[in-house]
């Protein structure tokens, strides 16, 4: 038999049911506890509230799953940008020809090695091997398969980046003059022989070295990018160099010039002239990635157009894995200061070539105990570049370790960065008429091929992309409640209504419900002593 207390408590939970069904803000509940309605009507109202509570279920959930997973949207800033607020690009040129003849004739002497090697002799002197190959690190892969030998040629130094140098063209005699913003400047201020996979470049309005790479981390026995000498009396530009707006007028001209006799066909093949890269000044050019082809005897005209995009502040509070990118306190690379995705895929590819091959190219960051790799590992070093970038070709064998080292590298794009569309037209120089008119016959245009390249912004104001906030805690809040407002007419202050129907109303009955059957009992009591006392 029920307690007195189980009785109340039974009593309170079925007063405070009944009172939240006649009262509550819900839809639908009213209809639960009603004594005029029939069980099948109770029964039909309790299934349309509970799939009403279930879509309105599904529906948050899936608001929930794309404000979790694509909370970040790029769209284009509301206003326009002008070119003169942002960094004329870096320019990177690099000839197709490594040396000049007169220092190394590549191709005799690799057909003189060639016929030592099969007549077993040795007659070619070991400065002159040592030299063959430190420039065969440049050459193309077709110049490796047929004079592969090379490679099994004994050697005494490991020096490839001092012979380069030695053998390298003269920077002065390359690029013969500079036009920026109409204006002829000091090509010495703004131009760095930069180091690359293609050997020695020369770079226009690149940030210094010691703004790029981290200067504790890397090797001493070289530096990455070296400035040209300037004027005594003349302070080096360190900073680059803003846009100062559109048009021809307001961008650079270069001026190119090359010995006919240096060009060599057997190194880089047949396609001569220069290799082209336009990228952000704080990135570290990998010219063999992507570039633009210019070919000798030519005039080249390059419209570029800037695909620059952003982060707003509002999207810099969500995590990397939501955002998409880095900025640069979040992603630390080991020989780099600016985080951008191109130098980070360059550490990348730069810890993938010594974990497999023991050694890195000799263009790439290193400490002081990671060696270079000689030219007997060219191969490795070549398999090493597709395997990072195809990491998943079916046809390659896989290797698991590897492939944890390439997802660890996670190269997800800078949340600043910017990008060129480039347009170009080119037209041939007639030089020999020119020089002729203008009476300049020492020049000798049949020693030189002369090529001009003409590098400017298309429009002066571009349309900037930025990340910002799709989906914030307001929007997901708003959702939620259209849709409890749309199934069930559900608002705030009904949440708070069936909080205070499970907290506190049950208390407030409990004593009400406790004093009437104290009331209760007290009178029964009364009325059994008056009758007792009335028999008496």
Avoid at 16 to 26: D, K, L
Avoid at 94 to 108: Q, S, Y
Avoid at 466 to 472: A, D, P
Avoid at 490 to 511: D, G, M, N
Wanted: glycine residues 4%; contains cysteine; hydrophobic residues 35%.
């Amino acid at each position: 038999m029920p307690t007195l207390s189980g009785r109340l408590r039974q009593s309170v939970q079925v007063e405070v049911f009944r009172e939240y069904c006649a009262n509550s803000s819900i839809h639908g509940v009213r209809y639960f506890d009603r004594d005029e309605r029939t069980t099948c009507e109770r029964f039909w109202w309790l299934v349309v509230f509970l799939l009403s509570m279930l879509g309105c279920g599904v529906m948050i959930y899936k608001t929930y799953v794309k404000w979790n997973q694509t909370p970040i949207i790029v769209t284009f800033s509301e206003k326009t940008t002008p070119v003169r607020d942002i960094y004329f690009p870096a320019i990177t040129i690099c000839p197709e020809t490594k040396v000049h003849a007169r220092t190394l004739n590549f191709t005799a002497e690799i057909e003189a090695l060639l016929k030592d090697y099969n007549d077993n002799n040795a007659t070619s002197d070991q400065e002159s091997i040592e030299q063959l190959k430190a420039v065969a690190q440049l050459c193309n892969m077709m110049f490796h398969s047929n004079y592969e030998f090379l490679q099994y040629l004994n050697g005494t130094k490991d020096d490839v980046v001092g012979m380069l140098k030695n053998l390298s063209l003269s920077h002065h005699d390359t690029i013969q003059g500079c036009v920026y913003s109409n204006q002829f400047i000091l090509c010495d201020d703004h131009l760095a022989t930069t180091l690359t996979e293609e050997g020695l470049c020369y770079t226009f309005n690149m940030m210094p070295e010691e703004d790029i790479f981290r200067q504790t981390s890397l090797h001493t026995e070289y530096t990455y990018t070296e400035m040209w000498y300037p004027v005594p009396g003349h302070e080096t530009v360190t900073e680059p160099m803003y846009a100062r707006g559109a048009g021809l007028h307001a961008g650079l001209t270069l001026f190119l010039r090359q010995i006919k006799e240096d060009v060599d066909y057997m190194c880089t093949g047949f396609s001569q002239g220069y290799k082209l890269m336009i990228h952000d000044p704080g990135e570290y050019p990998q010219v063999s990635m992507r570039n633009m082809r210019i070919p000798f005897g030519h005039e080249i005209s390059i419209a570029l157009k800037p695909q620059m995009i952003v982060t707003s502040p509002s999207a810099a509070d969500y995590s990397w894995e939501k955002r998409q990118c880095f900025f640069n306190h979040e992603r630390h690379l080991r020989y780099f200061k600016i985080y951008n995705q191109e130098n980070c895929e360059l550490e990348c590819l730069t810890n993938v070539t010594q974990a497999i091959c023991g050694c890195v190219r000799f263009s790439m960051p290193r400490s002081n105990d990671t060696k270079v790799c000689p030219l007997s590992m060219f191969r490795c070093m070549y398999d090493v570049k597709w395997i990072v970038y195809d990491i998943d070709d079916p046809e390659r064998p896989v290797n698991e370790k590897i492939t944890a080292m390439v997802d660890r590298c996670n190269c997800l794009p800078a949340c600043s960065s910017i990008s060129y569309d480039v347009e170009t037209t080119q037209t041939t120089l007639d030089l020999e008429k020119f020089l002729r008119v203008n009476r300049r016959r020492y020049y000798r245009p049949d020693k030189f091929y002369i090529t001009t390249i003409a590098i400017y912004f298309k429009e002066s104001y571009f349309i900037t992309s930025k990340r910002s906030e799709l989906y914030g805690w307001v929007d997901f809040l708003a959702n939620c409640g259209g849709l409890l407002g749309l199934f069930m007419g559900v608002s705030i202050l009904s949440l708070l209504e069936l909080c205070y129907y499970i907290t506190i109303r049950p208390f407030s009955v409990r004593k009400r419900l406790g004093r009437l059957d104290q009331r209760k009992a007290n009178e029964v009591h009364n009325s059994l002593l008056a009758v007792v006392t009335k028999t008496e």
